[in-house]
């Protein structure tokens, strides 16, 4: 860090933090990144730069036998892919949402409202760093 900072573990420790432990493997011997090396029910399959990055379930994969409680447990997957698309436009990815055509985003506070009134879509809020 350039200064001190108070929220500098708070930042760390928050789980939207995109911060992590990766396996060696992860990246080449001179540091260039290869792709992530993990443990959970899904594997890397591909990434598109400023696009998509899609994750395939792992056959491999065996669960903890203890029930799940959110970053624990038998965290399973019930589906066969996820796909990560990268959409950066507010108004895009509330339209593709009303559409169906992705099933999940982050928006702002300020579109609660409007997706709240919107057929066929549910809305969830938590409390975020700001």
Not at 29 to 45: C, D, I, L, M, S
Request: hydrophobic fraction near 40%; include cysteine; proline fraction near 5%.
């Amino acid at each position: 860090l350039a200064a001190p900072s108070a929220l500098f573990l708070h930042y760390v420790a928050n789980v939207q933090c995109l911060t992590g432990i990766l396996h060696k493997d992860s990246v080449g011997p001179n540091g260039e990144w290869r792709q992530p090396v993990g443990t959970g029910p899904f594997t890397f399959a591909e990434w598109r730069k400023n696009s998509f990055i899609l994750l395939k379930k792992f056959a491999g994969y065996r669960p903890r036998s203890e029930p799940m409680s959110g970053y624990a447990g038998a965290r399973l997957a019930h589906v066969d892919q996820v796909r990560w698309m990268v959409v950066p436009d507010d108004a895009t990815r509330r339209t593709a949402l009303r559409a169906g055509q992705i099933d999940w985003i982050v928006t702002d506070v300020s579109d609660v409202v409007e997706l709240r009134a919107a057929k066929g879509v549910r809305v969830s809020t938590a409390q975020g760093l700001s």
